[in-house]
């Protein structure tokens, strides 16, 4: 039988702690499969945790910026120095083998007719940042299903495009013909729209809604493992402001 609920989570960033929380509330609101949007790794301190969960989930999966990065020795001077500490750790962190899995995860996969990419589909390895409308347009442009699910920024907003692009922040999104949808679906370990709990959505395929949800879970004790693991705690801090 063919899935009918699907939890699309994006950027879970080796927050293990959210990760589990977002599935046992998927689970229990009747999610059958999963759906991985990348940057399963990076700011957090279970990435090798994190990989084995997802690959455990049999889920359709793309790969982030990070799942790069931390599974390329390639240098980091262009990142924010912060961001380049998590990734150089993260890379000691990982199994030879799940460095593979990150190497080989595609940039677009698509299920039940929707398409999955990471940042955006004008040039995803590129991974720019969809934003505004004037980024959604270059984006949809190729776009050829209804709706494109994406993660990358880690604020939830859907982009609506009729005879113009318009944004808006969502709780529920309703597929109308004629019409696509460009749906970020935030973060699962890393929130930046100011809400800490983590967020993702869940897709009715039957229905073709998507609906957000948010997660409460146990912030401190992903901060205690950031903390022991020696990471900068500028990290734990984001974590309690979901900035
Ligand atoms: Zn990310």
């Known amino acids: 039988m063919k899935p009918v609920t699907y939890a699309i989570l994006g950027d ?4 293990l702690h ?13 999610a ?24 455990g989930l049999d889920a359709v999966v793309v790969q982030g910026n990070h799942d ?18 998590v990734i150089e750790w993260t890379r000691g962190q ?21 398409t999955v990419v990471h940042s955006t589909l004008d040039m995803p390895e590129r991974w720019g940042y969809v934003f505004d409308p004037l980024e959604a347009e270059a984006h949809f ?5 209804p709706a494109c699910v994406y993660g990358h920024t880690h604020v939830p907003v859907v982009f609506e495009k009729g005879s113009h692009i318009t944004r808006q922040p969502f709780s529920r ?11 970020n679906v935030g973060s699962v370990g890393q929130p930046r729209d100011g809400d800490p709990r983590a967020a993702y959505a869940l897709f009715d395929a039957v229905e073709q809604v998507f609906q957000l949800r948010r997660v409460v879970h146990d912030v401190d004790a992903a901060q205690a493992s950031l903390r022991s693991a020696g990471l900068p705690e500028r990290l734990a801090l984001r974590l309690s402001a979901g900035r």
């Open 12 to 15: 879970i960033h080796g927050n």
């Open 18 to 30: 959210a990760l589990n929380a977002v599935i046992e509330d998927a689970r229990k609101l009747g």
């Open 32 to 55: 059958s499969a999963f759906v991985c949007l990348g940057d399963i790794v990076g700011y957090n301190a279970n990435p090798k945790e994190c990989v084995d969960t997802v690959e």
């Open 68 to 85: 790069y990065y931390c599974s390329h020795d390639i240098t980091l001077h262009d990142f924010h120095p912060l961001a380049a500490e």
């Open 94 to 114: 990982l199994r030879p083998g799940q460095v593979e899995y990150l190497k080989g995860l595609p940039l677009v996969r698509r299920f039940a007719g929707v």
């Open 141 to 145: 442009t190729y776009q050829t299903t």
């Open 173 to 183: 999104v309703k597929v109308q013909s004629g019409l696509k949808y460009f749906i």
